[in-house]
């Protein structure tokens, strides 16, 4: 079955989610562009089958598909995006500045099927080491394989991981690149199935792009994923940025549909670590400081 945005819908039943720690997150949906007037469409988010639809005025419902008070559940809508909780909400989302900046273009680039967990396709983003393998002649070559040396901590107030003073070589970074740059990079993980990426812009040498890849579980180990965009581009069009950002994603699918297990394991002895595996360590043990439990494999059963 296709989804309305270009992915595909798992159609795989899983039992509900019982984490308080992701049922109180706010999750994205689908991209709002996907909400129809009068029309009801239903998918699954955390093992629950959820419907939605739009009453006009820009209001948006969700609802709980078995649900036949149809109570609706919180909603809100940020980056292009209908965000849901199951649980008991905070009253805003992380923040992304850079996304009301009049001269950048937000782009939904697109929504994939995969059959792995959220943590594992959070932690394969968190991965330079795979572009020259993984990514050819695009995000990395041979012989420019090393991962430098970079820095990883936790913000004291906003509790996101950040990785910073990254660099590596990139053939062609962007649809606007027209020859091979080293790329300055920032990782930032402000929720645990969702990760940014801000990276050099061809264009203009002090600001960024910014890259997103917001998961929606559909179970533990199934995931949508959706491909954000906010980028320093006024040339290229919509249709040639997503088709940029889905080939680049299209090449991850089967990497991460061979991760065994799919779940993400969070003991530290489970998989070994590398230097470049720097900020997944950090990934692992954030997840498990907070108490997530699932989509990965805890730290006590691993």
């Known amino acids: 079955m296709t989804h309305p ?14 984490d308080s720690v992701i049922l109180d997150h706010w999750h994205p949906l689908v991209p709002v562009a996907d909400v129809s007037l009068g029309e009801v469409r239903t998918t699954t988010l955390l093992g629950v089958q959820v419907s939605y639809t739009s009453d006009g005025a ?3 419902r969700v609802w709980r598909s078995r649900d036949t008070t149809e109570q609706p559940l919180p909603t809100r809508v940020d980056y292009l995006y209908l965000w849901v909780s199951l649980g008991s909400p905070p ?3 992380f923040e992304i500045p850079e996304f009301s900046e009049p001269d950048r273009r937000n782009v939904h680039a697109g929504t994939i099927g995969v059959h792995v967990s959220a943590p594992r396709a959070v932690e394969n983003f968190l991965d330079m080491g795979h572009f020259p393998y993984v990514h050819t ?3 990395g070559a041979e012989p420019h394989t090393e991962v430098a040396e970079y820095d990883v901590h936790i913000d004291p107030e906003t509790n996101e991981i950040w990785a910073t003073d990254c660099v590596f070589y990139q053939p062609r970074a962007a649809t606007t690149s027209t020859e091979g740059q080293m790329s300055d990079y920032l990782y930032r993980v402000p929720h645990p199935f969702c990760v940014i990426l801000y990276k050099t812009s061809p264009l203009h040498d002090e600001r960024m792009d910014v890259i997103g890849l917001f998961c929606r579980s559909v179970g533990p180990d199934h995931i949508e994923a959706h491909m954000f965009l906010s980028l320093l581009d006024p040339d290229n069009s919509e249709p040639i940025i997503r088709k940029f950002q889905q080939s680049i994603f299209g090449q991850d699918k089967p990497i991460l549909e061979n991760q065994y297990p799919k779940l993400l394991p969070l003991d530290p002895r489970a998989e070994t670590p590398i230097r470049a595996d720097k900020v997944a360590i950090a990934y692992r043990r954030w997840l498990s400081d907070l108490g997530v439990t699932y ?5 006590r059963a691993a």
């Open 5 to 18: 945005s270009g992915g595909y819908v798992i159609a795989t039943v899983h039992n509900p989610c019982t």
């Open 137 to 139: 002649d695009v995000l």
């Open 295 to 299: 989509g990965v494999i805890p730290e």
């Open 58 to 60: 820009e209001r948006v």
């Open 91 to 93: 009253d805003s989302i």
